[in-house]
């Protein structure tokens, strides 16, 4: 599990870690779930740390599935706060190389276009267990999108129902890897808010959040 700023949720939710050390610069907490052992790593904020997290949950500790779950922005009147939807795809929006490579602004090569898809089977199990979630295409990039008009131009532009800051570090590490990865995002300040939103409502909606993922995995 990768968390990027909501690691309160985490401990709030399952208490003290069988075992925690840091590696590389990050705090990783291992939980005894029964079935299966829970490897929680904390990222901090934006793409690289978040790649580099999720990389090495792969690496290190042979990550066989990679959940991110965590508060998000909303691009749209309906995602709303406290809105809780699944990643279907991701456009990393601020990643251009298109000026050598003819690939347009938001595409990586190895793409047809500019959507970084998400492991589908994961998102219809998703979506089995909790029909109360909405696919979403989430724009991701290093920049905390605040206001009305900067959250409905990425909208136009991409399509895009949420925004935020790893998960196209996260789907396109993962895919690299060939690790599959479910995205679980709760709106924690709507088409209208920004950062002040954000701050009142991060450990409420992030508490919502991992409920719905925790729901998910242990159904897996």
Avoid: W
Wanted: with cysteine; proline share 3%; glycine share 8%.
């Amino acid at each position: 599990m990768l968390v990027a700023v909501e690691m309160g949720a985490v401990l709030s939710r399952y208490g003290k870690a069988m075992a925690e050390e840091t590696r590389c610069g990050f705090r990783v907490f291992t939980y005894d779930m029964g079935e299966y052992l829970l490897y929680v790593i904390g990222s901090g904020a934006g793409e690289i740390a978040a790649a580099a997290a999720c990389q090495l949950l792969i690496d290190r500790y042979e990550a066989e599935l990679v959940v991110n779950f965590g508060v998000v922005g909303g691009l749209t009147a309906e995602m709303a706060r406290t809105k809780t939807c699944v990643v279907e795809k991701v456009v990393h929006y601020d990643f251009d190389t298109s000026a050598y490579d003819g690939t347009v602004p938001g595409q990586y090569c190895e793409y047809p276009d500019v959507y970084l898809p998400a492991t589908a089977e994961l998102v219809r199990r998703a979506r089995e267990i909790a029909p109360e979630l909405k696919p979403v295409i989430c724009a991701s990039a290093d920049k905390f999108v605040d206001g009305k008009e900067a959250k409905s131009a990425l909208h136009e532009r991409f399509g895009a129902d949420i925004c935020e800051m790893e998960a196209a570090a996260v789907v396109l590490t993962c895919n690299r890897s060939g690790v599959p990865c479910l995205l679980i995002k709760t709106v924690s300040d709507g088409l209208a808010g920004g950062a002040e939103e954000f701050g009142v409502a991060l450990r409420h909606t992030s508490e919502l959040c991992l409920a719905v993922a925790d729901k998910i995995i242990r159904e897996l």
